[in-house]
């Protein structure tokens, strides 16, 4: 991805040339360009681990946390909003997150993917090395698809599946599109003033999380939550879904180095450390507040150390990351049961206390361990308070954004179709009421 990166360096000798020179060296430049096939595999594969995320990743993750009768609700709403998104992302989400246009927002020069081909080149952070364009879209359409369906999670067995369809387009269009063009378009905004996202801590968590807390206030509590345990239906299907995220979160982290080099292991093993240290960390908070230590807290622990590494694993040493990770356990336990209470939302999959949360700590917190001092791999002269200002910049613009537009959408999605469904729907459950199957034949 493009992100504002201390790792791209010009070649500044070639200013001192006269321009006679100047002249003769531009094509030899050009010409050590070239296309690595190892990079192409690596970023075909790791685009492929994180469509594992979305399908049937975050699919199972959200499904065993529902009841048996919305199981295949939730799933049929993250299939679909992942097709959706991809269809979207072809047509104008490329051009509009990363082709020309002004700070905010790409412009319409590649739409309908106009102009690429098989022979079309797109950057990475080595001057002489370039990615096939075609693989940069799938790449990035990956990232679209999944941030989407991370919202699902906020408002699960109760939103009608047609506004979810339709809020999705409006949020994916006038939310991620502005963002991913800010954080990782060469003249967006934030990356301009320097902002640090190496995977998408504002552009995925903090921009989906928000929207998924915005849902689940507008869409209101389930009903029977407070009276009666609306318990997960299968923890083993969430701890595979969990597992598979965490697989894919591989490519997710390590693939955004859009290379195959040290800072793609870099954030290998980051991403590797993080997440086990937010496992660890989750369930003993939970320890150490008398509960037993839960499959459903591990997997919760693992996703929410990922979040928090996201925006810095390919900018902060591995100790670093066990920190993150550690932090990201607790925090992100307050998110999902002292937070989710004070604002009182029902959160039914923790879109919000996880995603949200997490990509907030992570987002800040990589302004801190990317500096060299800390093992970072920050440039030199890194400084760590006007950085970490950058970085809640970035946190409050996200979260502005992306709230102010979902409160819209979903107001607007409210007036055409009804964002909820009726009580005797929700009561038989979506399975049946919505898609006219079932989960499981009894």
Not at 30 to 58: E, F, Y
């Amino acid at each position: 991805m493009r992100k504002p990166i201390f790792f791209l360096l010009a070649g500044l000798s070639g200013m001192l040339l006269a321009p006679a020179v100047w002249a003769q060296a531009a094509p030899a430049a050009a010409a050590a360009a070239s296309v690595n096939k190892g990079d192409v595999a690596w970023l075909l594969t790791a685009t492929l681990l994180v469509v594992m995320m979305s399908i049937p990743g975050l699919a199972l993750f959200y499904g065993g946390m529902a009841r048996a009768k919305n199981m295949l609700s939730v799933l049929m709403q993250v299939f679909v909003v992942f097709a959706l998104v991809s269809v979207l992302w072809l047509l104008f989400g490329y051009s509009l997150a990363f082709s020309g246009g002004n700070a905010v927002l790409g412009d319409f020069g590649k739409l309908f993917l106009a102009g690429i081909d098989a022979a079309s080149l797109s950057d990475t952070f080595s001057a002489q090395s370039k990615l096939p364009e075609l693989v940069f879209v799938a790449f990035q359409c990956s990232f679209a698809a999944i941030s989407c369906g991370i919202i699902v999670g906020a408002f699960a067995e109760r939103m009608r599946f047609a506004a979810v369809l339709a809020f999705i387009v409006l949020w994916f269009t006038f939310s991620y599109l502005p963002i991913a063009h800010m954080v990782w378009s060469g003249n967006g905004y934030l990356f301009g003033k320097g902002a640090l996202d190496f995977a998408g801590g504002t552009v995925v968590h903090i921009n989906a999380g928000i929207a998924g807390l915005v849902g689940a206030k507008l869409v209101g509590r389930r009903i029977g939550l407070g009276r009666e345990a609306l318990m997960p239906h299968s923890l083993t299907l969430t701890m595979v879904g969990a597992a598979l995220l965490w697989v894919g979160w591989f490519g997710f982290n390590a693939g955004s180095a859009l290379e195959a080099n040290g800072v793609a292991a870099l954030a290998f093993v980051n991403t590797l450390a993080a997440a086990s240290a937010a496992t660890l960390s989750w369930i003993a908070t939970e320890a150490v507040l008398g509960r037993k230590p839960s499959m459903l807290g591990a997997a919760s622990g693992a996703i929410a150390g990922l979040v928090v590494i996201t925006p810095a694993a390919g900018t902060v040493a591995p100790m670093g990351a066990l920190v993150l990770g550690l932090l990201a356990g607790p925090v992100c336990f307050w998110g999902v049961t002292t937070l989710k209470r004070w604002l009182g939302i029902d959160d039914a999959f923790d879109a919000f206390g996880v995603h949200g949360v997490g990509g907030i700590l992570g987002a800040l917190l990589t302004g801190v361990f990317s500096a060299p001092a800390l093992g970072g791999s920050g440039a030199a002269g890194y400084a760590m308070l006007p950085q970490l200002w950058v970085q809640l910049e970035g946190v409050l613009i996200t979260l502005g954004w992306s709230g102010l537009v979902s409160f819209l959408a979903y107001k607007l999605v409210d007036r055409l179709i009804g964002l909820r469904v009726g009580e005797e729907e929700e009561r038989i459950g979506l399975d049946i009421s919505s898609h006219g199957e079932s989960a499981y034949v009894r």
